[in-house]
C-alpha cells in the first residue's frame, strides 16, 4: 500500500476483518499469521473511515447499507474539538504494548508521561479504540491493530 491511508484486511482463517496500515503479521482476532498475500478489502484515508469500514466489513450483506447510514450520520459522535496532534500516538502504543501488542494502564502510562502529551491514559485508550486503533481484550488489556 501506498501513502498514508489503512487497509481493511480479511484474516482468511477466522474470515473476521480488522484495519492495518500495511498488510501486518497476524490477526488480531485469531492470532493466525497473515500471510504473504492477505486480502485487503478496501483501503481508506482516515481512522474515521477505517471505523465505518471495518464495522461494515464484518457486518452480513443485507444489513451494511442501514448500519452505513447510521454510522455516517453519527459520525459527529466520534468527532472532538480537541487539537491534540496524533502523530507519533500510534508509536506510544507500540512502545507501551509487549511482544504480541497487548499492553495495560500501568504499562502505558509511563511511556506516555516520558512522550510529554499532555493526554490523560484513559482518554488516550478512548481515543484510539474509537479511531480503531485498538481493541479491547478484556477489562484492563489492550491490543495495537497497527
Known amino acids: 500500500m501506498s501513502g498514508r491511508g489503512w487497509n481493511v484486511l480479511r484474516c482468511s482463517a ?10 501486518g503479521n497476524s490477526c488480531p482476532h485469531c492470532g493466525q499469521k497473515m500471510g504473504k498475500n492477505p486480502t485487503v478489502v478496501c483501503t481508506v484515508q482516515s481512522a474515521a473511515d477505517l471505523r465505518i469500514e471495518v464495522a461494515l466489513a464484518n457486518t452480513p450483506e443485507e444489513l451494511r ?12 459522535l466520534f468527532q ?23 499492553f495495560t494502564v500501568k504499562q502505558l502510562q509511563p511511556v506516555l508521561q516520558k512522550s510529554g502529551q499532555s493526554l490523560d491514559v484513559q482518554d488516550l ?6 479511531q480503531g486503533l485498538l481493541v479491547r481484550l478484556d477489562t484492563n ?4 491493530l497497527e
Not at 488489556?141 to 495495537?144: A, G, I, P, Y
Request: aromatic share 4%; net charge negative.
Open 14 to 23: 477466522c474470515n473476521t476483518c480488522h484495519g492495518h496500515r500495511g498488510t
Open 65 to 76: 447499507d442501514s448500519l452505513r447510514k447510521r454510522l455516517v450520520k453519527n459520525e459527529q
Open 80 to 102: 472532538s474539538d480537541d487539537q491534540v496532534s496524533f502523530t507519533g500516538l500510534p508509536q506510544i502504543l507500540q512502545r507501551a504494548a509487549d511482544e504480541d501488542g497487548v
Open 125 to 130: 485508550i478512548d481515543i484510539a479504540e474509537s
Open 141 to 144: 488489556r489492550w491490543q495495537v
